[in-house]
């Protein structure tokens, strides 16, 4: 079971950049699919961007919302056992919790596993 701590959110003007970390604390993320979710205050929590493995015939592809392509970039770090979400021109409607969450696939409507969560604010 994939366990992780996430970091990097915080406070960012209009138009600024922040990078998200998602590290594993136990496990590998290279086996699995890796989702950057985000949940603002009275919404539904969304799939912002996921990578999926590069093991067992996995190709490491990206998928991203429309909401966020072209601004964010997903990406792997095998030695340092992470994920990080690039995210640049942020907007005020991108203030969330993100959260990052693994499964075998993209498609992960009940994740395995999920991080604790950092708060993001676009703000001026």
């Known amino acids: 079971q994939l366990q992780f701590v996430e970091s990097g959110g915080g406070l960012v003007q209009p138009g600024g950049s922040l990078r998200l970390s998602c590290a594993a604390s136990?496990?590998?993320?290279?086996?699995?699919?890796i989702g950057w979710f985000r949940q603002a205050p009275g919404k539904e929590h969304e799939m912002v961007s996921c990578?999926?493995?590069?093991?067992?015939?996995?190709?490491?592809?990206?998928y991203y919302a429309d909401s966020v392509k072209g601004r964010f970039t997903i990406s792997r770090d095998s030695a340092k056992n992470t994920v990080y979400l690039h995210m640049n021109s942020l907007e005020p409607e991108d203030t969330a919790v993100y959260y990052c969450?693994?499964?075998?696939?993209?498609?992960?409507?009940?994740?395995?596993?999920w991080g604790q969560g950092t708060q993001v604010t676009v703000s001026s």
């Open positions: 969450a693994a499964d075998w696939t993209c498609v992960m409507p009940t994740p395995r596993s």
């Open positions: 136990v496990g590998t993320t290279d086996y699995y699919a």
């Open positions: 990578i999926s493995s590069i093991r067992n015939g996995w190709d490491g592809s990206t």
